[in-house]
């Protein structure tokens, strides 16, 4: 196997390897993310405690991506990439002590390297891809992205799935060790087949550099910051624990649920550009991001009002969210294409890691929405905000620039 993948070209080799490692990171952190929010409801945790497990992963991948992708630039990809999956490790092997050790306190301290890792990861390998691209050819780097992204999401699904079964088979101890062991093998492999000079910008950026000049990037990065605040206020803990605690879910269908989820919106992510016609015409650009975003907006109010009043609670939340994912997949495949193609690429991993940075601050924002909502006013009302969030969303897409403008 190793020697087919050494005979490719150079470019699809590094991109295998790239997508190779992110998809196992994926199913690690889609896992572990399921794992802390159903052990520790399990274990009597409020929602919005529970909540509190993930604030520290958000507000680290905050400074990561800032960090990171100076660090990128200077280092190399492969570096913090590896570094990613190193961190992963380590933080699951935190949670490998003595139960009565698991206190909010430490599996915050966890969750935060794990935070880090993640976003380590996800910076470095889509970056990665505007180095083996050509910049004539946009709708290559279109495709491929989708297709990265894409198949990460379908993935984090899986690791949705499989942190539930595992729970449920072997124990939350169980489940953490057999995670640790095999992302080190994938470590391992990504550290001898990864190009060691990867993504290392010619000239040094300076740290100031992290904050990009571009106002299509900032503005691209203020959409992404509301489009996935308003997905993570009713996904992170608003739906599991409704599933759980008010339909009386076991964990595993729940983890099935979720899974199922995520994995249509990675395959449709990934199918994009031939569901959308970009890969026969032309790449998409800004007016495209705020046509994606028109119908998430509807879509959660619809599924509100049928929670709110209890009409056909469970087909709307089956259905309405598949629907609604397959809509936001399309936008947030866009919106991952745009922020390759609007970066520097003397600096990509600096564009990206502060692009990045406005995805993790959305997320914190909505994952803290997610638990405090919840436990005051419902799940019907986080979709109401996630409605909300997504009509701000589609004002600043608005403003970003047309193919004719770049």
């Given at each position: 196997?190793?020697?087919r993948?050494?005979?490719?070209?150079v470019?699809i080799?590094?991109?295998?390897?790239?997508?190779?490692?992110?998809?196992?990171?994926?199913?690690?952190?889609?896992?572990?993310?399921?794992?802390?929010?159903?052990?520790?409801h399990?274990?009597?945790?409020s929602?919005?405690?529970?909540?509190?497990?993930?604030?520290?992963?958000?507000?680290?991948g905050?400074?990561?991506?800032?960090?990171?992708g100076?660090?990128?630039?200077?280092?190399g990809?492969?570096?913090?990439?590896?570094?990613?999956?190193?961190?992963?490790?380590?933080?699951?092997?935190?949670?490998?002590?003595?139960p009565q050790?698991?206190?909010?306190?430490?599996?915050?301290?966890?969750?935060?390297?794990?935070?880090?890792?993640?976003?380590?990861?996800?910076?470095?390998a889509?970056?990665s891809?505007?180095?083996?691209?050509?910049?004539?050819?946009?709708?290559?780097?279109?495709?491929?992205?989708?297709?990265?992204?894409?198949?990460?999401?379908?993935?984090?699904?899986?690791?949705f799935?499989?942190?539930?079964?595992?729970?449920?088979?072997?124990?939350?101890?169980?489940?953490?060790?057999?995670?640790?062991?095999?992302?080190?093998?994938?470590?391992?492999f990504s550290?001898?087949?990864?190009?060691?000079?990867?993504g290392k910008?010619?000239?040094?950026?300076?740290?100031?550099?992290?904050?990009?000049?571009?106002?299509?990037?900032?503005?691209?990065?203020?959409?992404?910051?509301f489009?996935?605040?308003?997905?993570?206020?009713?996904?992170?803990?608003?739906?599991?624990?409704?599933?759980?605690a008010?339909?009386?879910?076991p964990?595993?269908?729940?983890?099935?649920?979720l899974?199922?989820?995520?994995?249509?919106?990675?395959?449709?992510?990934?199918?994009?550009?031939k569901?959308?016609g970009?890969?026969?015409q032309?790449?998409?650009?800004?007016y495209?991001?705020?046509?994606?975003?028109?119908?998430?907006?509807?879509?959660?109010?619809i599924?509100?009002?049928?929670?709110?009043?209890?009409?056909?609670?469970?087909?709307?939340?089956?259905?309405?969210?598949?629907?609604?994912?397959?809509?936001?997949?399309?936008?947030?495949a866009?919106h991952?294409?745009?922020?390759?193609s609007?970066?520097?690429?003397?600096?990509?991993?600096?564009?990206?890691?502060?692009?990045?940075?406005?995805?993790?601050?959305?997320?914190?924002?909505?994952?803290?929405?997610?638990?405090?909502?919840?436990?005051?006013?419902?799940?019907?009302?986080c979709?109401?905000?996630?409605?909300?969030?997504?009509?701000?969303?589609?004002?600043?897409?608005?403003?970003?620039?047309?193919?004719?403008?770049?």
């Amino acid at each position: 196997m190793l020697n087919r993948l050494k005979a490719l070209p150079v470019a699809i080799q590094q991109y295998l390897v790239v997508t190779f490692s992110y998809w196992a990171f994926t199913v690690s952190d889609g896992a572990l993310r399921m794992l802390v929010v159903l052990f520790f409801h399990q274990l009597g945790y409020s929602p919005l405690e529970v909540a509190m497990l993930f604030v520290l992963y958000e507000f680290f991948g905050i400074v990561t991506n800032l960090v990171g992708g100076w660090l990128a630039a200077r280092l190399g990809l492969n570096v913090t990439m590896h570094l990613g999956l190193l961190l992963q490790v380590i933080a699951l092997a935190m949670l490998l002590v003595d139960p009565q050790w698991l206190t909010v306190a430490y599996v915050m301290v966890a969750q935060a390297l794990s935070g880090i890792a993640k976003d380590l990861n996800k910076m470095s390998a889509k970056s990665s891809i505007k180095m083996l691209v050509a910049d004539d050819a946009q709708s290559t780097l279109f495709k491929w992205i989708s297709i990265l992204t894409g198949s990460k999401n379908a993935l984090k699904g899986v690791g949705f799935f499989v942190g539930a079964a595992l729970l449920s088979w072997i124990g939350f101890r169980g489940a953490i060790l057999v995670m640790a062991a095999v992302l080190l093998v994938v470590l391992i492999f990504s550290i001898v087949m990864l190009q060691r000079d990867l993504g290392k910008a010619k000239i040094k950026p300076k740290f100031s550099d992290i904050w990009s000049k571009s106002a299509a990037v900032n503005r691209l990065s203020l959409a992404r910051f509301f489009l996935f605040g308003s997905r993570d206020i009713w996904f992170v803990v608003a739906l599991p624990v409704f599933l759980h605690a008010q339909l009386e879910w076991p964990a595993i269908y729940v983890g099935a649920l979720l899974a199922a989820w995520v994995i249509a919106y990675g395959i449709v992510q990934a199918l994009a550009p031939k569901l959308t016609g970009f890969s026969k015409q032309h790449a998409p650009d800004g007016y495209h991001v705020w046509l994606w975003s028109l119908p998430l907006i509807v879509l959660p109010l619809i599924i509100a009002g049928a929670v709110y009043f209890q009409w056909a609670v469970l087909p709307a939340l089956t259905v309405g969210l598949l629907v609604y994912g397959a809509v936001f997949a399309i936008n947030s495949a866009i919106h991952s294409y745009l922020i390759v193609s609007y970066a520097d690429a003397a600096g990509v991993s600096l564009d990206v890691g502060f692009y990045y940075m406005a995805n993790a601050a959305g997320r914190l924002f909505g994952t803290l929405l997610s638990g405090w909502v919840y436990q005051v006013a419902g799940l019907a009302a986080c979709l109401v905000i996630s409605a909300l969030m997504i009509f701000a969303a589609s004002i600043i897409s608005k403003m970003l620039p047309r193919q004719a403008q770049l």
